[in-house]
């Protein structure tokens, strides 16, 4: 991918090489953005214990009031 090249002098094979480029680049971000995310989710889950939903003892809690009326 060679951001001077002017596309109205590429042929259209050379065109359509850089847009797949550009695409495969996207997929990889995109792949390795979902793996890190994945990989953080993961650890969280093993340190929150067998149930994603348990509170440690010391967990204050908090209820918003009602509205009026």
């Given at each position: 991918?060679?951001p001077?090249?002017?596309?109205?002098?590429?042929?259209?094979?050379e065109?359509?090489?850089?847009?797949?480029?550009?695409?495969?680049?996207?997929?990889?971000?995109?792949?390795?953005?979902a793996?890190?995310?994945t990989?953080?989710?993961?650890?969280k889950?093993?340190?929150?214990?067998e149930?994603g939903l348990d509170?440690?003892?010391?967990?204050?809690?908090?209820?918003?009031?009602r509205?009026?009326g």
């Amino acid at each position: 991918m060679n951001p001077s090249r002017n596309p109205d002098t590429m042929t259209a094979t050379e065109r359509r090489t850089e847009i797949a480029s550009i695409l495969a680049t996207g997929l990889m971000r995109s792949v390795r953005v979902a793996r890190s995310r994945t990989s953080v989710v993961a650890e969280k889950v093993s340190e929150a214990g067998e149930f994603g939903l348990d509170l440690s003892a010391n967990s204050p809690l908090s209820v918003a009031p009602r509205p009026a009326g």
